[in-house]
């Protein structure tokens, strides 16, 4: 089955400077990949999400690259903000079938200070 | 977009006693919903796939005895934690795929589950 795995599992950034977190997964079948972003007992937000037959994706001050050949995934937040501190989730998914779940990184925790 | 919901949103029971957790997609059918359980500092681990009309497909370790998974209709999954105990206290969330969004799946806003 798929394996996710992410890096780093924590990380300290000041405010304005940019931040980048880094997957890699092993189901070479696997073509749907979002990040969440984790809240304190709330549920995974989704905040961007890219699919295999597009190697980079942006939405203001974030955005997603993917290398399907060596088989790993990016988010880059830029001009990071306070409110960006929160756990980071990357998660991966084969085939649009209903039958398939999202498998889950174990997550970044970001700190962003001001 | 599409919502999930979930009830309740927390509860808290005696060991050895059982609590079930209701999972609803509320404007969209779901043939196949999962249940993922979240412990304190760690990711989201998929228990279990359950899908309408059908046995719930477990991921290795969970036992299928303990949460039982039932998925009676297109809008509805339930997960009954069957004599609970303290290690089973954790935060447990369901999600829904939706038909016609390329993958997205949509997750419920989770039940905080503590057993004393």
């Known amino acids: 089955g798929e394996n996710v795995e992410q890096h780093p599992s924590t990380l300290s950034v000041q405010e304005g400077d940019s931040a980048v977190i880094k997957c890699t997964y092993s189901?070479?079948?696997?073509?749907?990949f979002p990040w969440y972003k984790q809240e304190l007992g709330k549920r995974p937000q989704l905040i961007i999400d890219?699919?295999?037959?597009?190697g980079e994706k942006k939405d203001q001050r974030i955005a997603v690259t993917l290398n399907k050949t060596a088989k790993h995934f990016s988010l880059h937040i830029t001009e990071t903000q306070p409110e960006d501190s929160a756990v980071y989730f990357c998660?991966?998914?084969?085939?649009?079938?209903?039958?398939?779940?999202?498998?889950f990184g174990k997550g970044t925790t970001l700190s962003v200070s001001s | 977009g599409a919502v999930v919901s979930q009830h309740p949103s927390r509860v808290i029971c005696k060991s050895g006693t059982s609590v079930k957790i209701e999972c609803r997609s509320l404007?969209?059918?779901?043939?196949?919903m999962f249940w993922y359980r979240q412990f304190p500092k760690q990711s989201l681990m998929l228990m279990a796939t359950s899908n309408e009309g059908s046995k719930a497909t477990y991921e290795q370790g969970v036992e299928k005895d303990k949460f039982l998974i039932n998925h009676a209709s297109l809008t509805l999954s339930t997960l009954t934690v069957t004599s609970a105990h303290p290690e089973d206290s954790s935060f447990y969330i369901c999600s829904a795929f939706s038909p016609g969004t390329g993958g997205e799946q949509y997750f419920g806003p989770g039940t905080r589950l503590t057993v004393t």
């Open positions: 998660a991966a998914k084969s085939g649009n079938q209903a039958g398939t779940a999202l498998i």
């Open positions: 890219i699919r295999s037959n597009v």
């Open positions: 404007d969209f059918q779901a043939t196949t």
């Open positions: 189901d070479s079948a696997s073509n749907y």
